[in-house]
T-cell receptor
Framework: KNEVEQSPQNLTAQEGEFITINCSYS?????LHWLQQHPGGGIVSLFM???GKKKHGRLIATINIQEKHSSLHITASHPRDSAVYIC??????FGTGTSLTVIP | NAGVTQTPKFRVLKTGQSMTLLCAQD?????MYWYRQDPGMGLRLIHY???????AKGEVPDGYNVSRLKKQNFLLGLESAAPSQTSVYFC???????????FGPGTRLTVL
């Protein structure tokens, strides 16, 4: 059983759509991270959350500590958002990722 | 700043051979990590270090050794490579007081 579960595993959207990726975790963590892995393989840290909500450009991340759930939202999606999005608890527990493809 | 660099980028080994992967960071970060990424399994922590001269085991440490003799470098060694160690290896670092990790570009290792 994975300590961190993501859904959906794969997601295809039309350009401009609002996108939500979900992450549930079963372990106690102090911080929940969202990472973006580009098609070329490089990994970039997007957000670190310990409570509430954070926004960066068109990306919004929320976390509900009581429910052990986090969401990553992308507004006005664009083909350049196509990537794998990974959630992680602290630096130790990783989800298997959500592969997002945004079609022009 | 180069950030986090990994050497080599690609390597093919035969079963039983040994090698060392080098991770270097120029951000004066205390924390460094080695992960492996396999299809369908996500990133898994192999070993990590909380400072120069320290190392600790992660989720999948068997078959690997690490050393952190200098603050800027974190070495991952495979003493006797096995096909099960075929993977993409990522190094990451993090500064004290922040939770943002910086990842290296990865090393693709194939063990035949």
């Amino acid at each position: 059983k994975n300590e961190v579960e993501q859904s959906p595993q794969n997601l295809t959207a039309q350009e401009g759509e609002f996108i939500t990726i979900n992450c549930s975790y079963s372990v106690g963590i102090s911080a929940l991270h969202w990472l973006q892995q580009h098609p070329g393989g490089g990994i970039v840290s997007l957000f670190m959350l310990s409570s509430g909500k954070k926004k960066h450009g068109r990306l919004i991340a929320t976390i509900n500590i009581q429910e052990k759930h986090s969401s990553l939202h992308i507004t006005a999606s664009h083909p350049r958002d196509s990537a794998v999005y990974i959630c992680a608890g602290n630096q130790f527990y990783f989800g298997t990722g959500t592969s997002l493809t945004v079609i022009p | 700043n180069a950030g986090v660099t990994q050497t080599p980028k690609f390597r093919v080994l035969k079963t039983g051979q040994s090698m060392t992967l080098l991770c270097a960071q120029d951000m004066n970060h205390e924390y460094m990590y080695w992960y492996r990424q396999d299809p369908g399994m996500g990133l898994r922590l192999i070993h990590y270090s909380v400072g120069e001269g320290t190392t600790a085991k992660g989720e999948v440490p068997d078959g690997y050794n690490v050393s952190r003799l200098k603050k800027q470098n974190f070495l991952l060694g495979l003493e006797s490579a096995a096909p099960s160690q075929t993977s993409v290896y990522f190094c990451a670092s993090r500064g004290t007081g922040t939770d943002t990790q910086y990842f290296g570009p990865g090393t693709r290792l194939t063990v035949l």
